[in-house]
């Protein structure tokens, strides 16, 4: 059985487009030495969301540190476990839609390891 992230240790990304460029802040999450932990981005602009759960984070390379993404019902909040089990920079895109128009950005995870 997969353990579960604790939410109190889960990290929190906000994610912003101002005139069509988007952000996130942080612009790399970093982890710490926690085993197990969620990480949650949310789409705070109006008119915003994720294009789909396939397309709305993807962690390259993720070595099986990365799993059971899950996109809410509304579009704007994607949530993703991190096993946190040893020290690697992800990088990872991020998309979002207004419905017309699809933007991306690659910012990364700062794993601490726990090992």
Do not use: A
Not at 9 to 37: F, H, L
Not at 86 to 108: F, S
């Amino acid at each position: 059985m997969q353990q579960q992230p604790r939410p109190e240790k889960s990290k929190r990304v906000v994610v912003k487009v101002k005139d069509y460029v988007i952000s996130v802040k942080p612009d790399v999450v970093k982890m710490g030495k926690d085993p197990y932990q969620g990480i949650v981005w949310e789409i705070v602009t109006d008119g915003w969301t994720f294009p789909t759960f396939e397309d709305g984070v993807e962690v390259k390379g993720d070595h099986g540190e990365f799993s059971n993404g899950r996109l809410d019902e509304t579009g704007t909040i994607y949530t993703l476990h991190n096993k946190n089990s040893h020290t690697h920079y992800y990088p990872y895109t991020i998309k979002v839609t207004d419905g017309k128009v699809t933007l991306q950005l690659d910012p990364g995870i700062g794993n601490g390891g726990n090992n």
